[in-house]
Nanobody, 126 residues
Framework: QLQLVESGGGLVQPGGSLRLSCVAS????????IGWFRQVPGKEREGVSC????????YYADSVKGRFTISRDNAKNTVYLQMNSLKPEDTGVYYC???????????????????WGQGTQVTVSS
């Protein structure tokens, strides 16, 4: 079993920045991938960004490329999502998602992950 705890959401003005953190109970699973999904009421869930804990491979949705950066700190079992130049359309509940023996494409593009955090609200509004 893998537990995920997110933090860092909040209210920010357009153009501002936020950093989300996801602490995993362990990073020792083989081929562990951790990522961030975004859920907005009435819209399909979106895989925003994912990273392979093992080799650092990353994925970004087109909607966030150049603005968001995903990174990991293996010593702290933590994955970060640095979000810059935020737009109102980035508003949503952000979930940390993880799975093992998988790839960033399967988690983020195919939207498949066995482990979920509780979610953190991000609101971009003036």
């Amino acid at each position: 079993q893998l537990q995920l705890v997110e933090s860092g959401g909040g209210l920010v003005q357009p153009g501002g920045s936020l950093r989300l953190s996801c602490v995993a109970s362990r990073f020792t699973l083989n081929s562990l991938v951790i990522g961030w999904f975004r859920q907005v009421p009435g819209k399909e869930r979106e895989g925003v960004s994912c990273i392979s804990v093992h080799d650092g491979a990353t994925y970004y949705a087109d909607s966030v490329k150049g603005r968001f950066t995903i990174s990991r700190d293996n010593a702290k079992n933590t994955v970060y999502l640095q979000m810059n130049s935020l737009k109102p359309e980035d508003t949503g509940v952000y979930y940390c998602v993880a799975d093992d023996l998988t790839t960033v494409k399967i988690v983020c593009v195919d939207k498949r992950g066995d482990y979920w955090g509780q979610g953190t609200q991000v609101t971009v509004s003036s």
